[in-house]
């Protein structure tokens, strides 16, 4: 079993940057492919980026592609976010998610993550 607590968000202007960060706490955070989903009102939930167990491979949603970039300590037990420029379409509830599975390619879909966070709202204003 895995927790994650996510943090860092807020609101913030359009243009501007945030760092989300995910804490992991439970089983070895180092064999967990970490993810970061959004959901924004009325939407469903989205993917955002990826980073394999193995720290190997990144993935992002077209996006997002050079404005976010994911990273992860394994010492530090957290996965980060960082979010650079904000646009209003990135307002959402942002979620830490963990997959357990060891696979090569880090999941882009919610069905390939075993573990949620709570989530964290971002808030960009024009």
């Known amino acids: 079993q895995v927790q994650l607590a996510e943090s860092g968000g807020g609101l913030v202007q359009s243009g501007g940057s945030l760092r989300l960060s995910c804490a992991a706490s439970g089983r070895p955070f180092s064999n967990y492919a970490m993810g970061w989903f959004r959901q924004a009102p009325g939407k469903e939930r989205e993917f955002v980026s990826a980073i394999s167990w193995s720290n190997v491979r990144k993935y992002n949603a077209d996006s997002v592609k050079g404005r976010f970039t994911i990273s992860r300590e394994n010492a530090k037990i957290m996965v980060t976010l960082q979010m650079t420029s904000l646009k209003p379409e990135d307002t959402a509830i942002y979620y830490c998610?963990?997959?357990?599975?060891?696979?090569?390619?880090?999941?882009?879909?919610?069905?390939?993550?075993?573990?949620w966070g709570q989530g964290t709202q971002v808030t960009v204003s024009s």
């Open positions: 998610a963990a997959s357990d599975k060891r696979t090569v390619v880090p999941g882009t879909t919610e069905a390939e993550y075993d573990y």
